[in-house]
């Protein structure tokens, strides 16, 4: 028994292992009567074995869960086994910092303030506390204030403060309350000087310059000693950026924006954001002359001059991206080829994937989408993985709210394409003019045939199914596999 086409890459180009493989594919594709390949990226947040057990099990012809039934059907089916980087960082990083001293902290402290400011009441934490799960459970969103709720009950000053966060001087942040509740933590000063490894490189250079000079000893935060002292600064900067994400309704919910807000002013190396960077950067690369992406390509239009050929990819999480640029290059393809494509959960920025998928440059016959609604999203909790006891939101949440970047700056709240809330939910006015153009032309894009958004759970019609609970499920849900091989079968408009 033959086990299932593995095409292994590094850094995008195709791994010698698999040089044989990829000419066995293209020549299967060659001498079938219709070329038909169904290729499966799998997502950024898996390891090489995970993703080797998975493509096993859906290419299993006695398994009617997956894709193995397809190929009765004449399909090729082939599994993209990609070095998605974000799943090594996230593995040695796993629930480090919700362990970790500085962070438990910090995070209770700048909780506890934004409760007061945000619900306008007092926290129900103990500044004493160190269970952080705990005290993100206590937390009652409905509570919670945004917009203009929040700015009729905020002192001016304040909104003035969250809504300019940025620019904020040292002296402004030092002279604000939650200063003062830092600076009265006797532990603080301790707890940074200790955790220091643990922060970014930016802060420990900034903690060694203010170490050289000596901190200003009129400040109300000398006390905390450099470490402390600049570690205080950016949590309180975080602090007003949580505010004023609420005020815009940007926020992710209190809990998992305070942790957001913190992870990007001192912990982002931590949270995977440099191996998210390089994962999307790999992604592309498969596309680059003489890798793996290239080659296959290359191979299909060398058949395609004998007969058309249909692709369908499928592009799960961050293989969205893989999907979406095999769309772009395979447009350079003789027009006898068709181009399908399925996401699932795609993790992808709705302004690349706006500008690579509606300009026209694509070669894009059919699309659909299978996500999750934001109630189910907001209550996945990273799969119980990476922090999903403090940062109570989905992977796709902590890209969006942490690991994205626009030009040097991280991007809060970053619009994905397979979030419910920035495709339709969030009101259109809170986007800025760049995520304005890019939310128009991609929501003409979803209307141009039906049914390119799917949401989960949606039990039926058959090509129109998912019911995944988890951003990992999705190649285990039944439905959601019966609507990909329904779609292969029968196509995208049955």
Not at 146 to 156: F, H, M, Q, S, T
Not at 463 to 491: C, N, P, Q
């Amino acid at each position: 028994m033959t086990g299932p086409t593995l095409l292994f890459t590094e850094r995008g180009a195709l791994e010698a292992r698999s040089d044989a493989t990829l000419r066995d594919l293209l020549g299967e594709l060659a001498a079938a009567d219709e070329a038909k390949l169904l290729l499966f990226a799998h997502g950024g947040l898996v390891a090489e074995a995970h993703a080797v057990d998975t493509a096993t099990r859906l290419d299993s012809a006695f398994d009617s869960i997956g894709y193995g039934t397809l190929k009765a059907d004449g399909w090729a089916l082939a599994y993209l086994i990609w070095h998605s980087d974000l799943a090594e960082v996230v593995e040695s990083h796993r629930d480090e910092l919700s362990r970790q001293g500085l962070f438990v902290r910090i995070v209770l402290r700048v909780l506890a303030w934004a409760e007061r400011h945000i619900a306008g009441a007092e926290s129900a934490l103990s500044l004493a506390s160190d269970d952080l799960p705990t005290a993100m459970d206590a937390l009652d969103p409905a509570r919670e204030r945004r917009g203009d709720d929040l700015a009729d009950a905020l002192e001016p000053d304040m909104a003035t403060k969250a809504l300019n966060a940025d620019a904020l001087l040292e002296e402004q942040l030092e002279q604000s309350d939650l200063a003062a509740i830092l600076a009265a933590d006797p532990e603080l000063g301790a707890l940074a000087e200790a955790g220091l490894d643990s922060v970014d490189g930016e802060i420990r250079e900034r903690v060694a310059a203010a170490t050289a000079l000596r901190a200003d000893a009129r400040s109300p935060l000398a006390a905390l000693g450099p470490a402390g002292h600049i570690v205080a600064l950016e949590a309180i900067r975080a602090g007003f950026r949580v505010v004023g994400r609420f005020l815009h309704h940007r926020d992710h919910g209190l809990g998992p924006t305070v942790v957001e807000e913190l992870c990007r002013a001192l912990w982002l190396d931590k949270v995977g954001a440099t191996a998210w960077g390089f994962m999307k950067n790999d992604a592309v690369a498969h596309f680059d002359r003489g890798n793996a992406g290239a080659l296959l390509l290359d191979g299909i239009a060398q058949i395609a001059a004998h007969k058309p050929v249909r692709i369908l990819v499928v592009g799960h999480s961050a293989g969205s991206i893989i999907a979406t640029h095999l769309a772009l290059a395979a447009a350079t393809l003789p027009k006898n080829v068709s181009v399908d494509c399925i996401m699932l959960a795609p993790a992808m920025r709705l302004d690349a994937a706006a500008s690579l998928l509606t300009s026209g440059g694509a070669r894009l016959d059919h699309y659909r989408c299978f996500t999750m609604h934001d109630a189910l999203e907001a209550a996945n909790h990273l799969d119980g993985t990476a922090f999903g006891k403090v940062y109570q939101r989905s992977l796709p949440y902590l890209i969006s709210g942490v690991l994205e970047v626009r030009g040097r700056k991280s991007y809060a709240d970053a619009p994905l394409i397979g979030l419910e809330r920035h495709i339709q939910a969030l009101p259109v006015g809170k986007y800025d003019a760049s995520e304005k153009v890019a939310h128009a032309a991609f929501r003409t894009f979803l209307g141009a045939a039906p049914a390119r958004s799917v949401f989960s759970e949606t039990p039926a019609p058959e090509g129109h199914a998912t019911m995944s609970h988890l951003h990992g499920g999705y190649w285990a849900d039944v439905k959601t596999l019966e609507s990909i091989r329904f779609i292969a079968r029968k196509g995208f408009d049955a």
